[in-house]
């Protein structure tokens, strides 16, 4: 008679050393087919300390002048009027826009065609940044990126004055 054998099986065994060299070739892989991102970061050139002998700013023509008031509800004021406009009592328009295609990026570009025009040149733009209390630190970045694109070669982040301050005020911003 035929002997039938009843053994236990034991558990199934699986060779895991293909599978550890797939792991191992797609990790190679994908690190060599892909590149971490780098940080950015933005370069700003800073003034040299101050000479205390030399206390005048440079005298800038107005006409080359946009200042630029960063609000809040990402909003972006600007504005060219000179501190002896304001004195003599001159209306002041202040404009607005924002952030979108159609908004700061076009009236940055209309005033560098308006500079172009009457000074031959773009690059004799000066921008004059400024914020307001509200302001965010994501709309200094963005118009900082602003500049980069419309390619103002001459931009300042400055602190507000007196003509900033009674514009703030007319326009609601602050309360004396």
């Given at each position: 008679?035929?002997?039938?054998v009843t053994?236990?099986k034991?558990?199934?065994?699986?060779?895991?050393t293909?599978?550890v060299d797939?792991g191992f070739l797609?990790?190679?892989?994908?690190?060599?087919a892909?590149t971490?991102?780098k940080p950015k970061?933005m370069?700003?050139?800073?003034?040299?300390k101050?000479d205390?002998k030399?206390?005048?700013?440079?005298k800038v023509?107005?006409n080359?002048?946009l200042?630029?008031l960063?609000?809040?509800?990402?909003?972006?004021y600007f504005?060219?009027?000179?501190?002896?406009?304001?004195?003599?009592g001159?209306?002041?328009?202040?404009d607005?826009?924002?952030?979108?295609?159609?908004?700061?990026r076009?009236?940055?570009?209309a005033?560098?065609t308006?500079?172009?025009?009457?000074?031959?040149?773009k690059?004799?733009l000066?921008v004059?940044?400024?914020?307001?209390?509200?302001a965010?630190?994501?709309?200094?970045?963005?118009?900082?990126?602003e500049?980069?694109i419309?390619?103002v070669?001459q931009?300042?982040?400055?602190?507000?004055?007196?003509i900033?301050?009674?514009i703030?005020?007319?326009?609601?911003?602050?309360?004396?």
């Amino acid at each position: 008679m035929a002997e039938i054998v009843t053994g236990k099986k034991g558990a199934p065994h699986t060779d895991m050393t293909p599978m550890v060299d797939l792991g191992f070739l797609l990790i190679t892989f994908f690190m060599l087919a892909t590149t971490f991102s780098k940080p950015k970061t933005m370069e700003i050139i800073k003034p040299a300390k101050d000479d205390p002998k030399n206390k005048d700013a440079p005298k800038v023509n107005k006409n080359r002048v946009l200042s630029i008031l960063l609000g809040e509800n990402n909003k972006v004021y600007f504005y060219q009027v000179a501190a002896e406009d304001i004195a003599a009592g001159k209306p002041m328009q202040v404009d607005s826009a924002d952030f979108s295609v159609g908004g700061v990026r076009e009236s940055i570009k209309a005033r560098q065609t308006e500079v172009q025009q009457a000074y031959g040149t773009k690059d004799t733009l000066v921008v004059l940044i400024k914020g307001v209390p509200k302001a965010t630190y994501k709309n200094f970045v963005d118009i900082i990126d602003e500049m980069r694109i419309t390619d103002v070669k001459q931009y300042a982040i400055i602190d507000r004055d007196k003509i900033d301050t009674v514009i703030m005020e007319q326009m609601g911003f602050i309360r004396r």
